[in-house]
Antibody, heavy 126, light 106 residues
Framework: QVQLMQSGAEVKKPGASVKLSCKASGYTLTGYTFRDDYFHWLRQAPGQDFEWMGVISPGGGATTYAKALQGRLMVTSETSTSTVYMELYNLKYEDTAIYYC??????????????WGQGTLVTVSS | DIQVTQSPSSLSASVGDRVTISCRTSENIADSLNWFHQKPGTAPRLLIFSASKLQSGVPSRFTGSGSVTDFSLTINSLQPEDVGTYFCHQSYTTPGAFGRGTRVEI
């Protein structure tokens, strides 16, 4: 069973950038490969709804981002280490949230997130 | 964008009760509706995908139903470990959208 392990908590100042990682393991047991799946990033701010941020297909590197974050978000992958990265630029106070990576089946419709990483708290504070 | 309305926002029930949570979407999403359970301080866990399919390892007391715009999650015989927040998620589009959650207490 695939497991996702995220990097640790971050504290950043407004205007700074943050780069989080999400490492996948357990693929040899499933028959699929890291390149086959889609990896999504989502966040959950205190008291707010889940917000979808973006998705990457490691096989070809294709990405799709939420309109509200375009220009500030970059999602990349490194197939040699089965790791996906999320970098958010020009941080604002409202970017304070728990950030999750999640694995999904490789479709843009009727997909589901399973599993999720454990979450990474990003705090934006002066 | 497709809107998702989840109800109720919270509920309290007794061990052994049957509990039902509903989600309604603003457009036809066929069966592209998933249900998650989240306990405080942990990541969400997939319970049901494609409206009615039970994820491997999830107890059979959880059932999902519905299609088009109206969906429900039923917990038959509520257990103490079922406390937490339940979310629905429409995945007919990318991005999808989550419901605002239902907090379940014993």
């Amino acid at each position: 069973q695939v497991q996702l392990m995220q990097s640790g908590a971050e504290v950043k100042k407004p205007g700074a950038s943050v780069k989080l990682s999400c490492k996948a393991s357990g693929y040899t047991l499933t028959g699929y490969t890291f390149r086959d799946d889609y990896f999504h990033w989502l966040r959950q701010a205190p008291g707010q709804d889940f917000e979808w941020m973006g998705v990457i297909s490691p096989g070809g590197g294709a990405t799709t981002y939420a309109k509200a974050l375009q220009g500030r978000l970059m999602v990349t992958s490194e197939t040699s280490t089965s790791t996906v990265y999320m970098e958010l630029y020009n941080l604002k106070y409202e970017d304070t949230a728990i950030y999750y990576c999640a694995l999904a089946n490789p479709y843009y419709t009727n997909y589901w997130f399973d599993p999720w990483g454990q979450g990474t708290l990003v705090t934006v504070s002066s | 964008d497709i809107q998702v309305t989840q109800s109720p926002s919270s509920l309290s029930a007794s061990v052994g009760d049957r509990v039902t949570i509903s989600c309604r979407t603003s457009e036809n999403i066929a069966d592209s509706l998933n249900w998650f359970h989240q306990k405080p301080g942990t990541a969400p866990r997939l319970l049901i995908f494609s409206a009615s399919k039970l994820q491997s390892g999830v107890p059979s007391r959880f059932t999902g139903s519905g299609s088009v715009t109206d969906f429900s999650l039923t917990i038959n015989s509520l257990q103490p470990e079922d406390v937490g927040t339940y979310f629905c998620h429409q995945s007919y589009t990318t991005p999808g959208a989550f419901g605002r959650g239902t907090r379940v207490e014993i």
